[in-house]
């Protein structure tokens, strides 16, 4: 009888077929592979510093187009030849134009200011507020048409700039000889920044270097090494870029430059040769190391997993079977003395408890996932959104700076704690405090809405679902207290009951009739209407599911008229173990409770 090759010898053989023929192909394709990389290496090296230089010289041409917009707004124009409302009011002209020149400034992602001079009148507007007034400017002081490098104080300290202008008319080749000069400036700090950017994503120092003058390095550029590098660049004829190699203290240095079109001055980079090769001499050693031991140690593995792995993972595959065909009561009963021990007995725990899931909990967990999502979906209300941003913008125009800070800052918190849903469980002091910034955008918004929150110190650190007050409060002022003409007054206690908290949302709005608020508590706990009252059961849901018998929400009138919602929770977060409801949902923000 013919013997059967085993499975040990089947995975030892085809162990060594894969390795042999990617061991021979290795050692050809390594000594190929090493010189492609190396040229790939530097090319890539050149193209990523051209790239640089091109996003510099594109935001530079982008500033050097401001004076020419500037040139052609007509209140500039008529500014210029003092006609129109600079005829009739000099300073409210000015002022018109200091505008346009802050807005057209602030368009830049660079920091820049722009700059009209009038050197007949003396006259000097600008987008930086230190260079507004008056000026003594010489005659024969030449208009720079192309960027030029220097120093300039304009800020309140001696900084390096580039400066470009345009005169009117165009021909004019001196201040004496135009009618108005158009300047933009911007300091190095903006070519910095960039060199800082594109150091923390390379490896290499890069620098801009002109023979004329000092280099513009990055803020962490090794000046010493900087000045070695163009010490070897200023001996050798540059074209519009390319690369060289340096030897500098024993070690030969990759250098790249490229030159700006915009400036006439080179962006260089240097990277020593050795970082280039070493990863590849090092790969190479590693793959041969990494293949003879992979070899040895597939031999052994092959071995261990026939002996080991192949009748307890039958064993396991028989019981899988078993509960596909619905039968979780079977359990694995087999000892093999290695990890797999622990993985049958963490499988006949599963079963165990999938058994227990779908006969107990699991029909409950989906209903509970259901309601927690449809009312996470819908909490945000875009015109809430809308509404308070209308409210910042005509703020803003009425230049109530005061309101426009609040309504912001109160937004900002809402926002920033509905969308932070890793944390599905706070305290009832978060909870508060994003209820008060939630009272507050709409308090801003109405004039005439007033709260009070009074809630004991002791409950505080009390845990609750993470919005589960600010439905109450929304389905209060929505439906109680925004259609009353005088406004209306919401008021937030709290109370501590036995082993419970309860906290109530009060208002004094229209309330509802006997009939209607029957009809809200029937459908609070009626699954089967799910068009119908959804915000309010969904937060019903949530206590009952997370705290347990006794907890949830309920509904009285309220003394004078008005209702009163009161959530109710265990103390301490006692309570069944249930799943966490809101997890991966929205807040929501159904306010159609009331019908």
């Known amino acids: 009888m013919r013997r059967r090759l085993s499975i040990f010898g089947k995975i030892l053989i085809t162990i060594v077929l894969l390795l042999i023929p990617i061991l021979l192909l290795y050692g050809y394709s390594n000594r190929i592979a090493s010189r492609v990389v190396e040229e790939q290496v530097r090319s890539s090296n050149l193209s990523q510093l051209s790239f640089l230089m091109n996003q510099m010289d594109a935001n530079m041409e982008n500033l050097s187009m401001f004076p020419v917009i500037i040139s052609y707004d007509p209140h500039i124009r008529e500014f210029i030849n003092g006609a129109g409302e600079a005829a009739a009011g000099l300073l409210k002209a000015e002022a018109q134009v200091t505008e346009k020149l802050s807005l057209q400034s602030v368009s830049s992602a660079w920091s ?97 270097y002109h023979p004329d003058y000092e280099l513009i390095p990055s803020s962490t550029t090794s000046e010493a090494m900087a000045e070695r590098v163009v010490g070897g660049l200023a ?18 240095y990759l250098v790249h430059y490229v030159k700006s079109g915009q400036l006439g001055w080179y962006l260089v980079d240097y990277v020593p040769v050795e970082r280039i090769v070493s990863p590849i001499t090092t790969a190479r050693n590693w793959f041969y190391g990494s293949i003879a031991l992979l070899l040895a140690m597939g031999v052994v593995a092959s071995f261990l997993l026939y002996r080991n792995v192949q009748i307890p993972l039958r064993k ?21 003395n290695n990890e797999f021990d622990e993985l049958i007995a963490h499988y006949n725990e599963m079963a165990g408890q999938i058994q227990l899931l779908i006969e107990d909990v699991y029909t409950e967990k989906l209903r509970a996932r259901e309601a927690t999502l449809k009312q996470l979906q819908s909490q945000i209300n875009p015109h809430f959104l809308y509404n308070s941003l209308f409210f910042i ?82 389905n209060a002022i929505i439906h109680g207290i925004e259609s009353r003409v005088g406004g209306g007054k919401l008021v937030i206690s709290g109370r501590q009951d036995g082993k419970f908290n309860r906290v109530s949302v009060t208002d004094n709005g229209a309330g509802l009739t006997e009939p209607a608020l029957i009809e809200l508590i029937r459908r609070l706990g009626d699954a089967s209407t799910d068009g119908l009252g959804s915000g309010m059961r969904n937060v019903h849901r949530r206590l009952r599911y997370q705290f347990g018998k006794g907890s949830g929400l309920s509904f009285r009138h309220a003394p004078g008229g008005g209702l009163i919602a009161t959530l109710t929770w265990a103390s301490g977060g006692d309570g069944p173990d249930r799943p966490n409801l809101t997890e991966g949902g929205e807040p929501d923000g159904s306010a159609s409770d009331r019908g």
């Open 316 to 336: 396991m595959i028989r019981g899988v079977q078993r509960m596909s065909r619905g039968d979780l009561s079977w359990r694995i009963h087999y000892k093999a």
């Open 393 to 474: 913008i005509n703020s803003a125009m009425l230049d109530d700076r005061e309101a426009v800070i609040s309504m912001t800052e109160n937004l900002a918190e809402f926002y920033r704690y509905t969308t932070k849903v890793e944390q599905q469980r706070v305290t009832l002091r978060e909870e508060l405090e994003f209820v008060r910034h939630y009272l507050n955008i709409h308090h801003l918004r109405m004039g005439r809405l007033e709260y009070d929150i009074d809630v004991p110190d002791e409950m505080l650190g009390e845990p609750v679902p993470r919005l589960i007050l600010q439905p109450l409060v929304e």
């Open 112 to 208: 820049n200011d722009l700059t009209i001079v009038l050197p007949a009148g003396r006259k000097m507007l600008s987008s930086n507020i230190y260079l507004n007034g008056s000026g003594e400017f010489a005659g024969d002081q030449p208009i720079r048409a192309g960027w030029t490098f220097g120093l300039d104080a304009s800020r309140g300290f001696p900084a390096a700039t580039f400066v470009r202008e345009i005169s009117e008319p165009a021909v004019a080749a001196t201040f004496g000889d135009a009618d108005a000069v158009f300047q933009i400036r911007f300091p190095v700090q903006n070519l910095s920044g960039m060199l800082d950017a594109y150091k923390k994503e390379n490896k290499g120092d890069p620098f801009l």
């Open 235 to 252: 001996g050798s004829p540059l074209q519009k870029a390319g690369q060289l190699t340096q030897r500098i203290e024993g070690q030969n």
